[in-house]
């Protein structure tokens, strides 16, 4: 088991973009660990000059390289597990995750955001941040607590797809703004491409369910993953866990459909998992399950079920 470490630079991202079709940076072995020093944010969210936050000189290079863009994301990777195929399933251990910079950012964009219609202007807010203290301090608004996670997480999605925007959550994983992704949870994605490809970004320095506006606290972390490859365990869409919880996920543009889909993925679970039938499982998801909001701004909204550990199994 070795650990490796991964800067974003201009060699080590793409910008904005998903593609089975991308050549892996770094090549590692199941059980092997990766410690990912990543930034956030393109030219247009930067602090104006004279500005006390400074940018970092890593996402300096990476703007002034002028990467290929679509999607809003810098993603680091993709990183290659040796022996990965499609069918298997990719666990990754979210070991530790930190706040790499003493600034993030909140955006809101015209014809973007839960309801753009009532925002049409851009408006930007560069936020501090106290790493030593573990709070963010908008100009604004009272200090929060943060609570680091990164929203963007995933592996190659199927070659028949060919290009995407990072922008939207599929079953690949991506942009899944899961605030309960924090460290010591771990992220179970299946394989769609040899290696499977991962690549991570998108961090968030903290973040409400729902994530209204289009942005959270946006800014640079630095995570530590173990990768654990599962042969032949195939899964149709992302889960995670928690110590305390299993988290199923649904992801679609209508937010009634990402709800049957959790649904649906929760009910899955259950049975496989105990001797209850569908309908018990159903009505278990009333009972015991709760039901959560994860975005509503990536195009492909999210719902995410959260069922305690030791209700059941």
């Known amino acids: 088991m070795t650990h490796h470490r991964l800067a974003s630079t201009p060699d080590t991202i793409r910008f904005g973009m998903f593609d ?26 930067m602090p104006p000059p004279g500005s ?33 195929e499609p069918g298997d399933t990719l666990e990754v251990r979210i070991e530790a995750i930190e706040p790499n910079n003493d600034w993030g950012y909140c955006a809101v964009r015209p014809l973007a955001g839960t309801i753009p219609e009532d925002f049409p202007d851009r408006y930007v807010s560069h936020i501090a941040v106290d790493r030593a203290r573990s709070v963010c301090k908008p100009d604004w608004g009272p200090e929060l607590p943060l609570a680091p996670f990164f929203g963007t997480m995933g592996v190659a999605p199927p070659a028949r797809y060919g290009r995407l925007s990072s922008r939207e959550p599929r079953e690949h994983g991506g942009n899944m703004d899961n605030k309960e992704l924090v460290a010591g949870s771990t992220l179970f994605l299946p394989v769609w491409v040899p290696g499977a490809n991962f690549s991570v970004g998108d961090g968030h320095g903290r973040q409400g369910d729902g994530e209204v506006c289009v942005n959270a606290l946006e800014m640079g972390l630095t995570g530590t993953f173990t990768f654990v490859l599962h042969k032949g365990a195939s899964l149709a869409w992302p889960r995670a866990e928690t110590p305390t919880h299993y988290i199923l996920m649904g992801f679609n543009e209508d937010l009634d459909l990402a709800m049957k889909q959790a649904l649906r993925q929760t009910i899955d679970f259950i049975v496989a998992r105990s001797a209850l039938t569908r309908v018990q499982a159903y009505q278990f998801c009333s009972l015991a399950v709760d039901f959560r909001v ?9 719902v995410h079920a959260l069922l305690k550990k030791g209700l059941l199994f």
């Open 52 to 84: 006390p936050h400074a940018v970092p000189p890593a996402l300096r290079a990476i703007h002034a390289s002028d990467p290929p863009r679509i999607g809003p994301h810098i993603l680091t990777g993709p990183v290659a597990i040796v022996g990965a």
């Open 294 to 302: 994860t975005q509503t701004v990536n195009g492909e909204k999210g």
């Open 20 to 45: 089975a079709a991308f050549d892996p940076v770094l090549t590692i072995a199941s059980g092997d660990s990766v410690t990912f020093e990543c930034v956030s944010g393109g030219v247009e969210v």
